[in-house]
């Protein structure tokens, strides 16, 4: 994820200001892209920033417009090969028919001719409806799911950007932690009200991201690894206090480690890490 400047109001309004969520058109580089933002709030509920999952608008102009084309030449060609059948046995097309090229097309389409002239108007018009259908229906279900697939991408980033901003708040709260839990267990005690305030703040942001696994934990594949990081820090939590300061500080950073891979992981999971477009 990288920083860039915000030069939207609407998007500052709505989603730093506001704390909403927000898709809408935006610059990046001068390059227009399609974005959706989700708030970034710290363990007091503040908002600190925002993350963004972004596609450029050109990508999908690109799609339509290959779709278009590529629908274009398949009606051509078939409107070609309904009319020449019709054109092959015209009369001047028979006054050719020493023509090599003409009488290889007349044998290859003279099966098909002579069944339809045995078919009534109602089963001709049934046939050449199906002729035309078939091809436009094949590039418009391909077009349906290469669009389906690019929205299942993002809406994967997008459940991924929301799963990870609680997960970032409880980081920074065990890094904070780790630094108050060295001092206390030097024997700072000063540092007790502050290390009941982390962990509630700890606690809390739990809650949270406990809340984003029962949405979409099954679909990301992350609820075993989070399971694993909860019993960490409950098991950290009831012995950081007779722990000496190094192992309190080795214990802590090893719990910190686990979540950033869990971060990472995260990404890989929902697409963020892989889609070099993330700004």
């Not at 044998?107 to 339809?116: D, H, W, Y």
């Not at 199906?130 to 809406?155: C, D, H, M, R």
Request: net charge negative; proline share 3%.
């Amino acid at each position: 994820l990288t920083g860039i400047p915000l030069r939207n109001t609407a998007v500052e309004n709505t989603v730093l200001k506001g704390g909403q969520n927000m898709t809408t058109q935006a610059n990046f580089f001068g390059q227009t892209f399609l974005a959706s933002y989700l708030p970034l709030v710290n363990g007091d509920d503040k908002i600190v920033g925002m993350l963004s999952a972004a596609k450029p608008q050109q990508d999908i102009l690109d799609i339509v417009n290959a779709t278009n084309r590529l629908t274009l030449i398949t009606i051509i060609l078939v409107m070609l090969v309904l009319a020449f059948p019709v054109y092959l046995f015209t009369g001047a097309s028979r006054a050719r028919s020493n023509c090599m090229i003409i009488n290889i097309l007349n044998g290859i389409f003279t099966p098909a001719v002579a069944i339809m002239s045995r078919l009534r108007y109602w089963q001709k018009f049934f046939v050449i409806t199906f002729l035309f259908t078939v091809p436009l229906g094949y590039t418009l279900s391909s077009f349906i799911f290469q669009a389906n697939k690019n929205f299942i991408s993002t809406e994967k980033e997008f459940i991924g950007i929301q799963y990870i901003s609680p997960v970032l708040s409880l980081l920074q709260h065990i890094q904070q932690h780790r630094g108050a839990a060295s001092l206390y267990t030097r024997g700072e005690q000063s540092f007790k009200t502050f290390l009941d305030e982390e962990e509630q703040q700890i606690k809390e942001d739990i809650i949270r991201v406990d809340a984003e696994d029962q949405k979409s934990g099954t679909a990301l594949q992350m609820t075993d690894r989070w399971n694993t990081i909860k019993k960490e820090w409950r098991a950290l939590e009831e012995k950081y206090i007779t722990l000496s300061p190094e192992e309190n500080f080795i214990r802590h950073t090893e719990l910190i480690f686990n979540v950033l891979d869990f971060v990472h992981e995260l990404g890989d999971n929902s697409g963020l890490i892989l889609d070099n477009e993330i700004q």
